[in-house]
């Protein structure tokens, strides 16, 4: 269940392993249950969040045809960018 925080919307996200001990989103699930599924990981970076605050691994993904920023914080907690 997705919860906002700010400009943060902290979400429910699916993750796997990889066999080299990478965490790699598969779904999120949006504030209205919606869940979406993650098409592709293009890129991982240490970032902070510019518009929300803190800081964690960026993940930028494609979801549905769209670029997305997935951020994971140290404190184990999924969130994305609000726009308002």
Not at 11 to 40: I, K, N, S
Not at 61 to 75: A, T
Request: overall charge negative; proline content about 1%; aromatic content about 14%.
């Amino acid at each position: 269940m997705a919860i906002r925080n700010g400009y943060k919307v902290y979400v429910d996200v699916g993750a796997e392993f990889t066999d080299d001990g990478r965490l790699m989103p598969q779904y999120l699930v949006w504030e209205d249950g919606t869940r979406y599924e993650v098409d592709r990981v293009k890129r991982v970076e240490r970032c902070a969040s510019r518009r929300a605050g803190g800081c964690g691994i960026m993940y930028t993904c494609i979801v549905g045809g769209r670029e997305i920023h997935l951020y994971y914080e140290e404190n184990y907690r999924w969130f994305l960018e609000s726009k308002e």
